[in-house]
């Protein structure tokens, strides 16, 4: 046990030893996760406040008195467009813009069918709000007029909608909210990945490269103690790594709680320890990989290159989740990435967990472990990966 320490110990000090490197992922941890995160909240701040105020920019309002009444009687602030409305809807500048045509009174009055444009860009996303509210008030327009037309005609405005649908919604701000924080837990998985690299590839390849490799292993030390003692650094700092930035985002969440989106962005102290619960048996897993992956690089470049592969592959995992509307099944606990990712998800959404999918992923995620550090064991004691170099 003291030789696996010394080892620890070791690599953990040689990596502290390059500064540059170690403040560069502590800055980047903590830093790139909870910035996105602040720049969603504030994109999604702007969305809530947006739909929360009723305003209207038109064109031709002298045209449709009706509609203009029926707009202020609802406490809707209409302003008058500007003549180049086309050109700011397709610069970002509008979001919508309803124009009124010139007959639209004349049609109106004959009940044959007026007419009104509504001018947008659907390819942008930040004025869907504004158009959705535009929608809103002018289907409410119409129901208003056609029951006071059919009204005047002595029908009864039921005949016209003979089932009505009431919208019952289940869910709560918070499970809406954790569509926008999918950045958490895909951020809790990758930066494992980054933090435990630098060692991982270091202490393999690197030790190869600079030719460290043959004396060390010609110590009386068990070739499986040398390699887990370089295992535990790199889950050390692969671990800490994570923890760092599931707090940079409990910070984060904490700087909207009296803001509207407070409801949507929960993630406090309970959701770190939920997830550092789920992130450090991960970073042993991904530490481990990285390693057995390095310990076939020549080079630390080549290693590097190796271990970016990792990287790639798993951040495809959350985009997969995400888009192709995958559903929780039991299954998913036994496949690494893809169980975290599914727990973590769930945890946002404030759902309980048992503890099966608690203990498969780490259980899975240590037997990986073993089987990697076995593998790099074998791997040390052959002589063209000791020796080989070119």
Known sequence: MSRILVVYLKEITDSLRDRRTALMVFFASILAGPLTLILVAQYVAGLEE???ILRVRMVGEEYAAPLVNFLRRSDVEITKAPQDYEARIKEGRLDAVIVVRPDFYQHFLAGDGAAVDLVYDDSRTESLPAVRQAERLLRAFNRETGTLRLVARGVSPDLLEPVKVEHVNTSTPRQRGAFLMFLIPMFAILSPLLGGMTIAIDATAGERERGSLEP????PVPT??????????????????????????VVAASLYSSSKVAAMLQFGWREFLVFAAF???????????????ATYGRSYREAQTYTTYIGTAASFV?????????KDAFWQAFVPVLGQ????????RGEALGWVEWLVPAAVAFLLVAV???????????????????
Not at 216 to 219: C, E, Q, T, V
Not at 224 to 249: E, N, R, Y
Not at 341 to 348: K, N, S
Not at 374 to 379: A, F, P, Q, T, Y
């Open 50 to 52: 947006k739909a929360s």
């Open 216 to 219: 060390l292993l010609a110590n």
């Open 372 to 390: 990697c550090v076995r593998s790099i064991s074998k791997l040390l004691a052959e002589e063209r990966i000791v020796f080989g170099r070119s």
């Open 224 to 249: 499986l103690h040398l390699v887990i003692g370089k295992w535990l650094a790199a889950w050390t700092t692969g671990a800490s790594v994570a923890l760092i930035t599931l707090l940079g985002f």
């Open 279 to 293: 992130a450090i048996p991960f970073a042993a897993l991904t530490s481990s990989v990285q390693m057995l992956i």
């Open 318 to 326: 959350p985009m997969i989740v995400i888009f192709s509307g995958l």
């Open 341 to 348: 990712q599914m727990a973590l998800t769930r945890v946002l």
